[in-house]
């Protein structure tokens, strides 16, 4: 995901200030006539800015090998410009997204059936990420997992709707390891593959203290 940054600014590190309060149908109308894109987040626009080199490559990387994985079958890969719109009313540019129910239109800018949403990590980002945007995530009945991706170092942590229908979670992290996908059924990323040509360490330069349930760890050979 981007940074979200006041209106008009774009220091990497800068908070958050929101636009608003507005309708879903004032935020439409308030980011179709604006140059950046803008989320809407309990009734207030944040404007958001590009990411690093590293996530911007990560991100290319992820689509790119997903584009690969879903050519030829029922799903298909959306890299960046679309946005989904949670149960709870809010809207998110998610940086890749998989869906394997009827294409959108042309024109149409919002998924409503996404199996699987994959952020990249930003400093800025973090917390949002893995925090309030998996609740909302994980409240879209089609979502099958929720990917988040680390742009520091090498590791992906991994959301996924087992088959009771709970949320269960995963870090894979190191010098090697596969991410398991859920569509297409039986595909996977390695993390040599999502992070090529990006140089990072194997582990966290620090620990990162987010996730509200325990976790497995899956750790490569470092």
Same mark, same amino acid.
């Given at each position: 995901?981007?940074f979200?940054?006041? +209106?008009? /600014?774009l220091p990497d590190d800068?908070?958050?200030?929101?636009?608003? #309060?507005m309708?879903y149908?004032? =935020?439409?109308?308030?980011?179709?006539s604006? $140059?950046?894109r803008?989320e809407?987040?309990?009734?207030f626009a944040?404007?958001? *800015?590009? !990411?690093?080199?590293?996530?911007h +490559?990560i991100?290319?990387?992820v689509?790119?090998g997903?584009?690969? &994985?879903?050519?030829?079958t029922?799903?298909?890969? =959306?890299? /960046?410009?679309?946005?989904?719109?949670t149960? @709870? !009313?809010d809207v998110? =540019?998610?940086?890749?997204?998989?869906?394997?129910?009827p &294409?959108?239109? +042309?024109?149409?800018?919002?998924?409503?059936?996404?199996?699987?949403v994959?952020?990249?990590?930003?400093?800025?980002t973090?917390?949002t990420d893995l925090?309030?945007? &998996?609740i909302?995530?994980? $409240?879209?009945?089609s979502? /099958?997992a929720?990917l988040?991706?680390e742009?520091?170092? @090498?590791?992906?942590?991994?959301?996924?709707?087992?088959?009771t229908?709970?949320?269960? &979670? $995963?870090?894979?992290?190191g010098?090697?390891g *596969?991410?398991p996908?859920p569509?297409?059924?039986?595909a996977?990323?390695?993390?040599?593959?999502i =992070?090529?040509?990006?140089q990072?360490?194997n582990?966290?330069?620090r #620990?990162?203290?987010?996730? $509200? /349930? #325990?976790?497995?760890?899956?750790?490569?050979?470092?």
């Amino acid at each position: 995901m981007a940074f979200r940054i006041p +209106d008009g /600014q774009l220091p990497d590190d800068a908070p958050a200030e929101p636009i608003g #309060p507005m309708s879903y149908d004032a =935020y439409l109308r308030f980011s179709e006539s604006r $140059e950046l894109r803008y989320e809407y987040v309990g009734g207030f626009a944040y404007a958001m *800015s590009g !990411g690093t080199l590293a996530h911007h +490559d990560i991100g290319l990387n992820v689509a790119v090998g997903l584009r690969t &994985r879903t050519r030829g079958t029922a799903c298909r890969a =959306y890299h /960046q410009g679309f946005r989904i719109r949670t149960p @709870r !009313g809010d809207v998110y =540019y998610p940086d890749t997204m998989v869906s394997c129910g009827p &294409r959108p239109s +042309d024109d149409a800018l919002d998924l409503t059936d996404p199996c699987l949403v994959i952020e990249v990590l930003s400093p800025s980002t973090a917390r949002t990420d893995l925090g309030e945007k &998996r609740i909302a995530y994980q $409240e879209i009945a089609s979502l /099958q997992a929720y990917l988040v991706i680390e742009a520091t170092w @090498r590791a992906v942590h991994r959301h996924w709707r087992d088959d009771t229908g709970e949320w269960q &979670r $995963e870090t894979i992290s190191g010098a090697s390891g *596969s991410v398991p996908l859920p569509c297409p059924v039986g595909a996977t990323l390695t993390l040599d593959e999502i =992070y090529e040509d990006v140089q990072v360490p194997n582990e966290s330069p620090r #620990p990162r203290r987010v996730f $509200e /349930q #325990p976790e497995t760890t899956t750790a490569g050979a470092s």
